[in-house]
T-cell receptor, first 111, second 112 residues
């Protein structure tokens, strides 16, 4: 079945460590997105990509990095420069004019 | 930038009708989406409007007025399972492509 797979579902990290969240889609969508959600809050856009080898900063890109080397993959690295990384991270994809399809999310906790 | 406003919380009774409003200010408007999100889960798509007017989809309807920067989601025949957060999201066309920005969500509680 087509869909979006995020891994890991839960991740614990020590302060000062970088961590990479995986996002893979087999929907053949051009566009992919990363959002962050904090408790009781809406979704805030970190990075988005419309085509391979191109991506744009969202509203809260500081402390994060991404790559888009393949159409189906859009990994997010949470770097040690991110001051408050504990959050629920959601990856999504869409055709350029369509709705977003979301993965199940990755919950990152910094110890 | 974008500014998207929706009420933080609403409470309604099972079987009733509830309307959740969303106002926005943006440039490059290219559509408005409504999503439902249950606690701890990913959002699921409910509706999409790009032209003015009402879109109906079973118990859910969504309305858009682009000139007023206003949308609402109407839920009819409320059920307990409709208790969730409802997210309004605006799509804008930027130099880097389409960007979808979400409001903070409206937490709906359905009571007996």
């Amino acid at each position: 079945d087509g869909g979006i797979t995020q891994s890991p579902k839960y991740l614990f990290r020590k302060e000062g460590q970088n961590v990479t969240l995986s996002c893979e889609q087999n929907l053949n969508h051009d566009a992919m997105y990363w959002y962050r959600q904090d408790p009781g809050q809406g979704l805030r856009l970190i990075y988005y990509s419309q085509i391979v080898n191109d991506f744009q900063k969202g509203d809260i890109a500081e402390g994060y990095s991404v790559s888009r080397e393949k159409k189906e993959s859009f990994p997010l690295t949470v770097t040690s420069a991110q001051k408050n990384p504990t959050a629920f991270y959601l990856c999504a994809s869409s055709e350029n004019t369509g709705e977003l399809f979301f993965g199940e999310g990755s919950r990152l906790t910094v110890l | 930038g974008q500014n998207i406003d929706q009420p933080t919380e609403m409470t309604a009774t099972e079987g009733a009708i509830v309307q959740i409003n969303c106002t926005y200010q943006t440039s490059g408007f290219n559509g408005l989406f409504w999503y439902q999100q249950h606690a701890g889960e990913a959002p699921t798509f409910l509706s999409y409007n790009v032209l003015d007017g009402l879109e109906e989809k079973g118990r859910f309807s969504s309305f858009l007025s682009r000139s007023k920067g206003y949308s609402y989601l109407l839920l009819k025949e409320l059920q307990m399972k409709d208790s969730a957060s409802y997210l309004c999201a605006v799509r804008t066309l930027t130099g880097g492509g389409n960007k979808l920005t979400f409001g903070t969500g409206t937490q709906l509680k359905v009571e007996l």
